[in-house]
């Protein structure tokens, strides 16, 4: 099941999985840039086969401390969740995560968006219609937020990834957060099947 807010207690069977001390029952997606929360979505329908999965729609227009406040907001009072995000998600993923003590991944993840986004700056348009602008100094406030990895997280790549370099990527991480890189892909990632059967034997999910 798929959610925009997170499951009510009194309208959904909560499923509680547990990994050593650690119980997974609810997973937040975080959402690329210019894209959106949609519970519809395949990578949204499939992790939602082993936790009711919830999101919100953040602007990443806003500065990177506000969009972190949007996500921070819904994970209040829900302390056994999986933060998961792609792209621009998986930035943030990583920083709730770090920063908030909950196990997250980050898929094909944005390590330096004040590097990434410099080619959105200006006027755009979503891929739902929203047409935006991105501001000079909303990009250059991520220059004194670096990637975190001080948290409890995995690093998963498409090394096909065209919009990203993974190996660049593969180079930043190194040995300080485990990181799983498939052969082949793109940015929007191909390898959902595969992740599911990591996070599975990783939460004891499913």
Same mark, same amino acid.
């Given at each position: ?14 499923? &509680? ?5 650690? !119980? ?18 395949? =990578?949204? &329908?499939? %992790? ?13 227009? %806003? ?9 921070? !907001?819904? %994970?209040?009072?829900?302390?056994? #969740? ?10 943030? *993923? ?15 993840? *944005? ?29 250059? *406030? ?20 065209e919009v990203i370099d993974a190996l660049a990527t593969l180079t930043e991480i190194g040995s300080r957060l485990p990181? #799983? ?11 959902? &099947?595969? %992740?599911?059967?990591? #996070?599975? =034997? ?5």
């Amino acid at each position: 099941m798929a959610t925009e807010k997170p499951p009510a207690e009194k309208n959904h069977r909560r499923q &509680q999985h547990h990994t050593g001390a650690r !119980r997974i029952d609810r997973i937040l997606y975080c959402h690329g840039f210019a894209s959106n929360f949609d519970p519809a979505k395949d =990578k949204v &329908q499939m %992790l939602a086969t082993f936790a009711p999965v919830y999101g919100v729609t953040v602007d990443y227009t %806003l500065h990177p401390r506000e969009v972190f406040a949007t996500y921070a !907001r819904a %994970l209040q009072d829900q302390p056994n #969740t999986l933060v998961i995000g792609t792209s621009m998600g998986g930035f943030f *993923a990583a920083w709730l995560g770090s920063e908030l003590g909950l196990p997250f991944i980050a898929i094909n993840p *944005a390590l330096s968006p004040g590097i990434s986004l410099r080619k959105h700056i200006g006027k755009g348009t979503t891929y739902f219609g929203t047409e935006f602008v991105l501001k000079r100094e909303v990009v250059d *406030a991520y220059a004194d937020l670096p990637f975190r990895m001080d948290g409890e997280g995995e690093i998963i790549l498409d090394l096909g990834d065209e919009v990203i370099d993974a190996l660049a990527t593969l180079t930043e991480i190194g040995s300080r957060l485990p990181v #799983t890189a498939f052969e082949g892909g793109s940015h929007r990632f191909d390898h959902m &099947q595969e %992740l599911l059967e990591i #996070t599975r =034997k990783r939460f004891g999910l499913g």
